[in-house]
T-cell receptor
Framework: AQTVTQSQPEMSVQEAETVTLSCTYDTSESNYYLFWYKQPPSRQMILVIRQEAYKQQNATENRFSVNFQKAAKSFSLKISDSQLGDTAMYFCAFMKTIGSEKLVFGKGTKLTVNP | GAGVSQSPRYKVAKRGQDVALRCDPISGHVSLFWYQQALGQGPEFLTYFQNEAQLDKSGLPSDRFFAERPEGSVSTLKIQRTQQEDSAVYLC???????????????FGNGTRLTVT
């Protein structure tokens, strides 16, 4: 079974600064997908960024980028130029490419952006 | 509607009562998922539908939990004889693609917060 670990329960950053959220996972699969989701107080999960394991190039989406280290099974999220609206829970998630459609989530990191 | 709609937003049930949680996915979305999110935890998979077919129910924690999507659109998650450990946020998500939703993103609703007293 796959597991996802987020070792930082809470983090804070000053507005306009850069912050990195950590995620490690365990799987015997060779190909899979990894995701970062944001959950504001409204509870709606919002996709931030996605990485396909067979792609070596790290994904980027505007101010959000990942550092994907497949051998180390590490998938960290970097948020540049942090904004107050980035304050939320962030969840790392794993999905197999074949045989299952479900996402396996970590426990989350609560990020607070301070003015 | 513009997004996935879930109702009610909040539900308080006394232990032993039955509850029904509703999910209206985005029109035309084939795939529909239910997740359970306990306080301070990440969401955990409950069940998955492709149209009206329930293809995976491996995450349902007990036979008190039942989900249906009879016409391939609206889905209902029913919990019988609720217990305190059922207290959680129940999230619904839908996707356009036939299960390969990693090529089309999941859209989540705002969830139903269930409190069992």
């Amino acid at each position: 079974a796959q597991t996802v670990t987020q070792s930082q329960p809470e983090m804070s950053v000053q507005e306009a600064e850069t912050v990195t959220l950590s995620c490690t996972y365990d799987t015997s699969e060779s190909n899979y997908y990894l995701f970062w989701y944001k959950q504001p107080p409204s509870r709606q999960m919002i996709l931030v960024i996605r990485q396909e394991a067979y792609k070596q190039q790290n994904a980027t989406e505007n101010r959000f980028s990942v550092n994907f280290q497949k051998a180390a099974k590490s998938f960290s999220l970097k948020i540049s130029d942090s904004q107050l609206g980035d304050t939320a829970m962030y969840f790392c998630a794993f999905m197999k490419t074949i045989g299952s459609e479900k996402l396996v989530f970590g426990k989350g990191t609560k990020l607070t952006v301070n003015p | 509607g513009a997004g996935v709609s879930q109702s009610p937003r909040y539900k308080v049930a006394k232990r032993g009562q039955d509850v029904a949680l509703r999910c209206d996915p985005i029109s035309g979305h084939v795939s529909l998922f239910w997740y359970q999110q306990a306080l301070g935890q990440g969401p955990e998979f409950l069940t998955y539908f492709q149209n009206e077919a329930q293809l995976d129910k491996s995450g349902l924690p007990s036979d008190r939990f039942f989900a249906e999507r009879p016409e391939g659109s609206v889905s209902t998650l029913k919990i019988q004889r609720t217990q305190q450990e059922d207290s959680a946020v129940y999230l619904c998500a839908s996707s356009m693609d036939r299960g390969r939703y990693y090529n089309s993103p999941l859209h989540f609703g705002n969830g139903t917060r269930l409190t069992v007293t």
